[in-house]
């Protein structure tokens, strides 16, 4: 027996959520988001699976870029903060990377640098959400210069991002589809806006390519839904082992700080997982924690490598798994408890975790 937590990754699922994103966006080519060590799930393996089931693969940062190509996947990657200066554009020309150009110092760099083989350039256009992109103002001047740069093979495309895509009553997200049509009009270019809540919500988004991301991995981009209600189903599993029981009289106060006090004479488990393998210090007290058949609440203060359950009369025992989100329990209603979003919990989970894949043959 290990001690150890580990998250299953059920590969089948993963391709499962793929198809989804195809029934809704039938028309659009997909880039799959697997930046941040695909959501926390290992970018190689996610990668695998979906290898020849997307059009492209999508990152944010320029080492995830190379790892991926030299790993050996020859689809499109595209790095969605672009490069940084001379020596990085350079590599991503060697290793045929498209890049986002955002802002002006990109573009400065793209002009004067010689490049080996052009590259494949997306113009990142600012819709609303004020944090990368080029002004309104300044797009067709931009789009005009990369026409004519020579380190750019073919029309740059075009992309953009929702701030608001989330709240489906938000006419946020409207207004940002209706400037990026405008702006796009009178160029024939590739264009890609639609998120996950894009793809889901906001079917006016979806033009040439998509971008998804959480809901390939079965998670809701919206609060207000778990992956289940959209059709979807989890990928990432988090377990842990009972590593002790303890019985525990009335008045008797548990963990650091002493936190919680049994109000009657009750039963508590130790579960092998806490903050150092990336669950949620703060999740609250009756966090669920599903056991043998039931959910039992989470009591105290999370623990680095420990966390305590109230398990009252159930019989449990050492050495039995429990389940502290994905297939069980939605990782939508932990991250609720936990005051955070169900990005966040997935893509900490530690790297002393061990991802182990799971997928059906044949
Ligand atoms: C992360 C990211 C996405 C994917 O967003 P989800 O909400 O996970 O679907 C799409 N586009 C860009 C630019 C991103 O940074």
């Not at 290992?42 to 790993?71: C, H, M, P, Y």
């Amino acid at each position: 027996m290990s001690n150890a937590a580990t998250a299953t990754i059920n590969l089948d699922a993963l391709r499962f959520n793929l198809l989804q994103v195809r029934t809704r966006a039938p028309a659009s080519k997909i880039m799959a988001v697997i930046k941040a060590n695909a959501y926390g799930h290992g970018i190689t393996q996610v990668a695998s699976a979906l290898s020849n089931v997307v059009d492209a693969f999508a990152v944010a940062q320029f080492q995830e870029a190379i790892k991926l190509r030299k790993t050996g996947f020859s689809q499109r990657i595209i790095l969605l903060q672009g490069f940084a200066d001379a020596q990085q554009l350079h590599t991503l020309s060697e290793l045929d990377i498209d890049t986002v150009i955002h802002q002006f110092e990109q573009l400065y760099i793209l002009q004067s640098t010689e490049l080996e083989q052009p590259i494949h350039g997306w113009i990142k256009m600012d819709t609303g959400m004020h944090r990368l992109g080029f002004s309104i103002d300044q797009f067709n001047d931009v789009y005009e210069q990369l026409l004519k740069c020579k380190s750019i093979k073919e029309k740059p495309c075009c992309l953009s991002h929702f701030s608001n895509a989330d709240d489906q009553s938000n006419q946020k997200t409207n207004v940002q589809i209706a400037l990026f049509k405008k702006l796009t009009r009178s160029i024939a270019v590739e264009k890609s806006i639609a998120n996950s809540a894009g793809i889901l919500a906001w079917p006016d988004s979806h033009f040439e390519w998509i971008r998804p991301g959480i809901m390939l991995y079965g998670i809701s981009p919206f609060a207000n839904q778990y992956g289940k209600d959209l059709g979807l189903q989890p990928v990432m599993t988090l377990r842990a082992n009972v590593i002790a029981i303890q019985a525990i009289k009335k008045g008797e106060k548990i963990g650091y700080g002493e936190m919680w006090q049994a109000s009657i004479d009750t039963k508590i488990a130790v579960l092998g997982i806490g903050y150092g393998d990336g669950y949620p210090r703060n999740a609250a007290t009756g966090t669920p924690i599903f056991i043998s058949g039931i959910e039992c609440p989470l009591i105290g203060r999370v623990s680095m490598d420990s966390i305590c359950i109230d398990i009252g009369e159930h019989e449990i025992s050492v050495g039995d798994v429990a389940t502290l989100w994905g297939d069980e329990l939605p990782v939508e209603k932990i991250a609720a408890a936990a005051a955070t979003i169900p990005y966040e919990l997935v893509c900490r989970v530690t790297e002393r975790v061990p991802r182990k894949m799971k997928e059906s043959h044949g």
